[in-house]
């Protein structure tokens, strides 16, 4: 059952492209479902699942209290293997049918103010790091990249002349992002005086960010660096990188941007999963209008 299981991932990363995070998340999901059909229902080969051993199982997610939106997740990746098994001819029956998806639960992503953002960026130190780290959170909120996005940028994906940021996002997806000339200058300044410094012992890296040993940075390392700087500029909210994206496209919204072309920014393959930032938008105005008219 494993063998079939590790095929499925091969698929996956070779055939589909999809990103290593995702792939994680099947491998998550995938591996407590073998457990479950293997030691709690003492079953040894896949052709023996039936749809209430899945039912029984997603049962026991909720029992655990886990959330909506991770037993969603985990019946797609549950339904995108059996079907993968179907094309495969490894069983003759799909056993995910008919499983029903719960409703997700509707949270609206962090955001912070601009007056925050401000605060978050406003990084006066001249050290190397504290340039780069300037550096990575003017480019973060003037695109509004992922964290693993940012992480993965090389030095020729840069265009500063021309003012654009190329990036590949899910799904092996390129897409092009504007950049602004705040942010154009902390890069400027990051390359100038940071970067040759960080990466003297390995001046072939090709990496964009680097950390203090001049090798490429990590997502962990980039969420403590904004922990750290939040908790220097006096912030108290939690602030993580996605919090910056959230804010970058809230912003963006308020200021009457058009939908689509953030959603283009974004790299949402579905227009829906944008128009959450609406929302916010909406919310926010209907907080600003209570705490501001006088007869709210």
């Known amino acids: 059952m494993q063998d079939i299981l590790e095929d499925f991932f091969h698929y996956l990363q070779i055939e589909r492209g999809l990103a290593e995070n995702t792939i994680i998340s099947y491998k998550r999901d995938l591996k407590n479902y073998m457990m479950f059909i293997t030691e709690e229902k003492d079953i040894s080969n896949w052709q023996d699942v039936q749809r209430y051993d899945i039912v029984l199982f997603l049962q026991q997610l909720k029992t655990a209290q886990k959330s909506s ?3 969603s997740r985990t019946i797609s990746s549950v339904r995108s293997f059996h079907q993968f098994m179907i094309r495969d001819q490894i069983v003759q029956h799909d056993a995910s049918l008919h499983i029903d998806t719960p409703k997700p639960d509707r949270l609206l992503p962090a955001v912070i103010s601009f007056e925050e953002v401000e605060k978050l960026l406003e990084i006066k130190e001249r050290n190397p790091l504290a340039i780069r780290n300037k550096a990575m959170l003017e ?3 003037a695109t509004g990249l992922r964290v693993t996005e ?12 021309m003012g654009f940021v190329r990036c590949i996002g899910k799904g092996n997806k390129e897409r092009i992002i504007p950049l602004g ?16 410094h960080l990466v003297k012992k390995n001046q072939q890296e090709q990496a964009l960010f680097v950390n203090h040993h001049g090798r490429p940075l990590s997502r962990q390392g980039f969420w403590k660096i904004i922990k750290a700087v939040a908790l220097n500029a006096g912030l108290t909210k939690e602030i993580t990188p996605h919090t910056l994206r959230h804010s970058f496209a809230t912003h963006l919204l308020e200021n009457g941007a058009d939908l689509r072309a953030v959603q283009e920014m974004l790299g949402h393959a579905d227009i829906s999963t944008t128009q959450i930032y609406t929302h916010i938008t909406k919310t926010r105005l209907k907080d600003m209008y209570d705490q501001f008219h006088p007869r709210a």
Do not use: F, P
């Open 69 to 71: 939106a991770t037993i």
């Open 150 to 161: 940012l992480v993965s940028l090389e030095l020729s994906d840069l265009h500063l002349k």
């Open 181 to 196: 000339d705040i942010a154009k200058e902390a890069i400027e300044d990051y390359l100038a005086h940071s970067r040759n």
């Open 139 to 141: 480019l973060l909120y």
